[in-house]
C-alpha cells in the first residue's frame, strides 16, 4: 500500500540554524501537503503543491515538490523560537484508493 | 483560532460507558473527517463523511460509531471503549468532497478510556 516516509524524526537546532524535512512516498503523488502541529495543538494546514517540481515560498518557508511527484521538502532558513513543533506531509495518491496518508512528522526543537 | 469546532475539549470515560464526540463547521465544507492521533504520532484517518455520506471507514472498530446529521455536523458515538483508545481525537473539514482537498482542523477532544 501507499507509504510516506519522513525524515528525520527530530531536529535540534540552534536560533538562527536552517532546517529541511524531507518526505517520500512510495507511489507517484497527486498532491502533496505541508502542516504544522504546535506542541499541545492541532496540525494547522501551510501550503498544497500540485505541479511537478513546484516550488512555493511562505516568508522563511520553501516548500519543493519533486520532478516525479514522489518526494517532497521543507526549508526553513534562519529558524526563529517559534518555528518550535511537528511538521507533517500529507501525500495524496490514487494507488489503492484516493487517500491521503500523513508522514511520521518532524519535530523541530529550536534553542535561543 | 479555528473555525471547525470541537466539543468537548477533554473527556475521561470508563469502559463501560457511551459518549459523544461532537464537531462543528460553518465554512460550507463538502467533506468532514474523523482522525485519532496518539502521542508523537501522525493523525491516523478513520472516517470520512463526503456530501454527508459515509465515503470512507478505515476498518475501525465498531465501538467507534460516526453520523453526520448535516453538512456543517459532524458526531463520533463512543461504546464499550478499551484504555488503548486513549488519544487525541481531531475532526477535519475540507472544502471539496475529494480526498486531497486541504484540511481543516479543530482544536480536537483528549480522551481517556480509564
Known amino acids: 500500500g501507499q507509504q510516506v516516509m519522513q525524515i528525520p524524526q527530530y531536529q535540534h537546532v540552534q536560533e538562527g540554524e536552517d532546517f529541511t524535512t524531507y518526505c517520500n512516498s512510495s507511489t507517484t503523488l497527486s498532491n502533496i501537503q505541508w502542516y504544522k502541529q504546535r506542541p499541545g495543538g492541532h496540525p494547522v494546514f501551510l501550503i498544497q503543491?500540485?505541479?511537478?517540481?513546484e516550488v512555493k515560498k511562505q516568508k522563511r518557508l520553501t516548500f519543493q515538490f519533486g520532478e516525479a511527484k514522489k518526494n517532497s521538502s521543507l526549508h526553513i532558513t534562519a529558524t526563529q523560537t517559534t518555528d518550535v513543533g511537528t511538521y507533517f506531509c500529507?501525500?495524496?495518491?490514487?494507488?489503492?484508493?484516493?487517500?491521503?496518508?500523513f508522514g511520521a512528522g518532524t519535530r523541530l526543537f529550536v534553542k535561543a | 483560532d479555528t473555525e471547525v469546532t470541537q466539543t468537548p475539549k477533554h473527556l475521561v470515560m470508563g469502559m463501560t460507558n457511551k459518549k459523544s464526540l461532537k464537531c462543528e463547521q460553518h465554512?460550507?465544507?463538502?467533506?468532514m473527517y474523523w482522525y485519532k492521533q496518539k502521542a508523537k504520532k501522525p493523525p491516523e484517518l478513520m472516517f470520512v463523511?463526503?456530501?454527508?455520506?459515509?465515503?470512507i471507514n478505515e476498518s475501525v472498530p465498531s465501538r467507534f460509531s460516526p453520523e453526520c446529521p448535516n453538512s456543517s455536523l459532524l458526531n463520533l458515538h463512543l461504546h464499550a471503549l478499551q484504555p488503548e483508545d486513549s488519544a487525541l481525537y481531531l475532526c477535519?473539514?475540507?472544502?471539496?468532497?475529494?480526498?486531497?482537498?486541504?484540511?481543516?482542523f479543530g482544536n480536537g477532544t483528549r480522551l481517556t478510556v480509564t
Open positions: 477535519a473539514s475540507s472544502p471539496s468532497g475529494n480526498m486531497g482537498s486541504p484540511l481543516h
Open positions: 500529507a501525500g495524496t495518491s490514487n494507488t489503492g484508493g484516493f487517500k491521503t496518508i
Open positions: 463523511y463526503s456530501y454527508e455520506k459515509l465515503s
Open positions: 465554512m460550507g465544507h463538502r467533506a
Open positions: 503543491l500540485v505541479k511537478s517540481g
